[in-house]
């Protein structure tokens, strides 16, 4: 074919301002959609553009009306009270942002060690009723926390589970494993059972045979599967807030929400908090990228 | 290499499915032995059995003189070549074909020296560096075939292993297997569907249906006395024509008039089809001697062969095969002349060779 319509017309003089047009008389549509785009951009990036200024304000120019955009002087003193008590040491923020870091990493470790092999196992093996146990699986992740966590909280009570980062790990675990076991079987069902046939001939265990041949081929999969529960434990605010009270258990989300209040609420602060709060979550996703979609996309997806 | 005995094999899989009903096979020591079937006949699963990759329902399997029912894939010492090839992606040719052996925990040299010489009989000498994304299909049935080499199994079970190559290709690995199994001495069950590879390669067949054997012979007794009409109608390209036969004074007759030579001792009140090869059958001019009137249907010229679809006695689809030489024009009236011997004779009832 020679040049296509569109190219003929974007080679025009409008070039230099205008991307090139999908299709003839698409300009103006390709303009409107840019134009909306750059709303929605704003939209949804304000607050996020607002909390990382409100965390290098001063705070009296948090508090200036008007507000100010641009003409502020910038600060780093939020950040040091993040990580830094006052008083010295270290502040009970970031007491609780290492408390994230184990509840999540390890409730995310203990779903994703649980997860795969069961997934494995839906994929490879005849289970009886297998599609109503997965069901019964995911059905577990329909009910939103909130309806759960007073059962949840006598029963920790119980057995001594309340405020105590053990209790926090056990429950993301659970919450974890269904989606861990749903989003693994789309992986493992893509990776043909005949490797670990040929593997088994060749003279190994079924187990060798799944670790040695099956798990390399899985792991971007794990990855993608992990950074999801790992964001779920890390956002998780619901039991958190029920399940725990004392500084040293707390995890980030129910801390930072605890500045707020009170008689004067320290935005600066909380700004700072959630921006510390944010990151880990963004570099993940940012680092997986790829297998996150190739998780949303293929593992996600039922035949 | 040794022997493979099935015997009375029965598999039902857990969701009810029925794939092999009943399987006797009797596989002698350095046998090329071809299932061929239908698809869904059970013969991937008869093949899953003897290698241990799925349990049998009932019935026995022996590996040489080892009773292997209750024995792991990895101890029954077996090679199998599978359609989709299953070669390790993340691994070179080299350590795809090492890779069985250090499973065994030979020593290094000798690792080495094995993987060289199954590279050398497939030669794959410059492909061992080579992942298998970077291999052609061909090329990666050949690895397939050296990894089931390196181990020098008891036995080689090949599923379909050529059903991805072209037909070219497909040819000559065909010749080279068939080497190779000779060269070695192996014991192989090959399976296919494929009808002329089972004739070329193996030196006996088994045909299958529905989960049971149909008949086992060499490639010329199937070919020339099928065991039922199924086999009849499945080995042959075109296959048998079956026609429907009455006995009348010691000749069998076709609604048309064609006579063929009866074999002995046939009941005279039963329904029969006769089982006539379209080499058997001849066209010839109308009225030629012994011939029976007949029209041509049409021909398909296949450059080294003609084969006219003729109607005779009502039937639009008796096929000959003709020599390219001797061609007739569509609709022309004709003759239809039996050449062959005495043709192999069905019940109807039955479906199977009376005589
Ligand atoms: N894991 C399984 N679970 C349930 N049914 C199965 C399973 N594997 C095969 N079957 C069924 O068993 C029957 C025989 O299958 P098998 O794979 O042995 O056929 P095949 O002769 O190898 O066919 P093909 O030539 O298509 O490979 C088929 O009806 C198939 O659907
Ligand atoms: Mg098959």
């Given at each position: ?12 003089p ?11 008389g698409s300009?103006?549509?390709?303009v409107?959609e ?33 507000a100010?955009?641009f003409?502020f002087?910038v ?22 942002f ?7 990493g390890v ?11 069961a ?14 146990q ?12 909130v ?5 949840i909280?006598?029963m920790?009570?119980q ?11 056990l ?23 005949e490797?670990?046939d ?20 899985l792991?971007?999969g794990?990855?993608a ?11 998780e ?6 399940l ?60 | 290499m040794?022997?493979i ?11 009810g ?15 090329l ?26 019935g ?23 359609q ?24 290094k040299p ?8 199954a ?14 994304r970077?291999?052609s299909g ?17 036995a080689?079970?090949?599923?379909e ?11 000559d ?5 068939k ?6 001495g ?16 193996g ?11 149909e008949?086992?012979?060499?490639p ?35 609604q ?9 001792g ?21 009225g ?24 005779h ?12 030489t001797?061609?007739?024009a ?26």
């Open positions: 074919m020679a040049v296509s319509v569109d190219e003929a017309v974007s080679t025009g409008a070039r230099d301002h205008t991307p090139p047009a999908r299709r003839l300009r103006g549509r390709s409107l840019v134009a909306l785009l750059t709303v929605l951009a704003v939209v949804m990036l304000f607050p996020v553009l607002w909390m990382i200024e409100t965390s290098i304000k001063e705070n009296r120019d948090v508090y200036a009306i008007p100010k955009f003409d002087k600060t780093l003193d939020h950040y040091k009270d993040v990580f830094v008590d006052p008083g010295g040491g270290r502040s009970a923020l970031s007491v609780s290492l408390n994230s870091v184990v509840v999540a409730s995310t470790v203990l779903a994703t060690v649980l997860g795969v092999p997934a494995w196992a839906y994929s490879r093996f005849a289970v009886k009723a297998k599609k109503d997965l069901f019964f699986i995911l059905s577990t992740r329909f009910m939103p926390p309806v759960v966590v007073i059962p909280f006598l920790y009570r057995v001594g589970l309340i405020d105590n980062k053990l209790g926090l790990i429950i993301y675990a659970a919450f974890n494993v269904p989606f861990t076991i749903w989003m693994m079987k789309g992986f493992v069902d893509e990776v043909p059972a490797y670990e040929a593997a088994m001939l060749d003279g190994y265990t079924r187990l060798q045979a799944f670790r040695r041949f099956t798990l390399p081929l792991v971007p794990i990855a599967t992990a950074v999801f529960a790992l964001i779920f434990s890390w956002n605010f619901v039991f958190a807030t029920f725990t009270s004392s500084d040293d258990v707390r995890t980030a989300p129910p801390a930072i929400a605890g500045l707020i209040g009170g008689t004067t609420t320290d935005w600066g602060l909380v700004a700072a908090a959630s921006v510390v709060f944010a990151l880990p979550v963004l570099v993940f996703a940012y680092l997986v990228r790829k297998h996150l979609i190739a998780g949303v996309t293929l593992g996600a997806v039922r035949r | 040794a022997g005995e099935v015997s009375a094999l029965h598999k039902r899989y857990p969701d499915t029925v794939a092999v009903e009943h399987v006797d096979l009797s596989i002698g020591d350095g046998e032995f071809v299932m061929l079937g239908p698809s869904g006949c059970g013969k991937t699963t008869t093949l899953r059995a003897i290698a241990g990759l799925e349990r049998q329902t009932t026995d399997i022996r590996i040489g003189d080892t009773l292997v029912n209750d024995l792991p894939p990895a101890e029954r010492d077996i090679a199998m070549v599978f989709f090839y299953a070669l390790y992606p993340h691994l070179k040719t080299r350590d795809n074909l090492a890779f069985p052996l250090r499973a065994e925990g030979l020593p000798e690792v080495h020296e094995r993987v060289n010489e590279a050398r009989l497939m030669r794959l000498g410059p492909l061992l560096d080579r992942r298998p970077q291999l061909g090329e990666q049935q050949r690895v397939a075939l050296a990894r089931a080499l390196v181990r020098r199994p008891r080689f079970l090949m599923d292993p050529l059903t991805n190559l072209d037909a070219e290709l497909r040819a690995m065909r010749t080279e297997i080497h190779l199994q000779g060269e070695l192996a014991t192989m069950v090959y399976v296919t569907h494929d009808q002329v590879e089972a004739m070329s390669l030196h006996r067949i088994a045909i299958l249906n529905k989960g049971r054997v008949q086992i012979g060499t010329l007794e199937v070919y020339d006395r099928p065991a039922s009409l199924f086999c009849a109608a499945f080995i042959g390209s075109p296959p048998m024509n079956l026609i429907e036969v009455e006995v009348a004074d010691g000749q069998l007759r076709s048309g008039g064609l006579v063929l030579t009866p074999p002995p046939l009941a005279r009140d039963r329904r029969l089809v006769a089982g006539v090869r379209p080499e058997a059958l001849e066209v010839t001019d109308p030629a001697e012994r011939s029976v009137p007949a029209r041509v249907v049409s021909a398909e010229w296949l450059g080294d062969e003609i084969i006219y679809v003729v109607d006695g009502g039937r639009r689809d008796v096929r000959v095969r003709m020599p390219p001797v061609r007739f569509a609709d022309a009236k004709v003759g239809l002349r039996h050449t062959g011997g005495t043709p192999a004779v069905y019940d109807v009832r039955t479906e199977e060779l009376v005589a």
